[in-house]
Nanobody, 118 residues
Framework: VQLQASGGGLVQTGGSLRLSCAAS????????LGWYRQAPGKQRELVASISRGGSTNVADSVKGRFTISRDNAKNTVYLQMNSLIPEDTGVYYC?????????????WGEGTLVTVSS
């Protein structure tokens, strides 16, 4: 599975950005997709995910500000980020995964940098 992410950039505190991630396969062949981020000097963390069935999971730190959604026809997942704060700065990675009896297989896109200035 190949993932192509876009939409990062520089924004001021309180601003908005929308990240997009296009998958090379149909979303119905994946167990789910999501967005992770990695801030400088920190570990990569889950921001939001959406399962094949449409269930979403959003990190507490972004709940109420970020929304994950998808367009099945375009095999694309989005992350709408509102009310951005400097703590949201980091490299955002698109993730897709498959669950099977053998476990979980993860696929990663190249990161896109989000910088929130104070």
């Amino acid at each position: 599975v190949q993932l192509q992410a876009s939409g990062g950039g520089l924004v001021q505190t309180g601003g908005s950005l929308r990240l997009s991630c296009a998958a090379s396969e149909s979303m119905f062949r994946l167990s789910g997709l999501g967005w992770y981020r990695q801030a400088p000097g920190k570990q990569r963390e889950l921001v939001a995910s959406i399962s094949r069935g449409g269930s979403t999971n959003v990190a507490d730190s972004v709940k109420g500000r970020f929304t994950i959604s998808r367009d099945n026809a375009k095999n694309t997942v989005y992350l709408q980020m509102n009310s951005l704060i400097p703590e949201d700065t980091g490299v955002y990675y698109c993730n897709a995964y498959r669950l099977s009896i053998d476990g979980r297989m993860d696929y990663w896109g190249e990161g896109t940098l989000v910088t929130v200035s104070s």
